[in-house]
């Protein structure tokens, strides 16, 4: 039996960033570490501070040939020429967006713990489906995405899966085999090295 490819980093921004000093450590990040995807997830809906932390990130991501994807906001991925969009309410607006969008944009869609969400999004032509939280974490309504279901959508489903919320380094070991993404966000930026904190998470996975 092949050892599956080890996951790769989705990095979440924070829900509010300092403009002036995130996009360092956002590029200190990008650079020390094989990140695959950043989702801008900010919190609110002042649609000017949005568009000015997504210019800033667009820039040192795509310097990086890092995707950069939102949260929600289809229309302003559209705008800003950010490279997909990530959906929260399941698998509600998946079509929606693939149809805005178009079908090289990257539609993803968190669907909690609930396996049936997920595969109505990946039917609807979602490119992942994120589950969590895994540990303990204020993300969707708190019920706990668990290692079985990991295990059973690796088995059974192709649509990729992210594996975000309350990650420890013992969680990231139990559900690396089981997944292919880790989206990693309040874990690392919340420490005075992100970095630092990012390569303690990831050693796990080894």
Known sequence: MDTPE?????????????????TNRLAS???GAEIACIRLALAGGDEDTIARAADACREVAHARDVALVISNHVLLAQRLGLDGVHLDDAARSVRAARKELGADAIVGSFCGASSHDGMTAGEAGADYVAF???GTSTLGDGTTAEKDLFQWWSQMIEVPVVAEGGLTPELIGDLAPH??????????WSQDDPLAALKGLTDAMR
């Open 6 to 22: 080890q996951p790769q980093i989705y990095l979440i921004t924070p829900p509010t960033i300092e403009l002036s000093t995130f």
């Open 132 to 134: 969590g939280p895994v």
């Open 29 to 31: 990040v990008l650079d």
């Open 179 to 188: 997944t292919d993404f880790f989206g990693i966000g309040e874990e690392i």
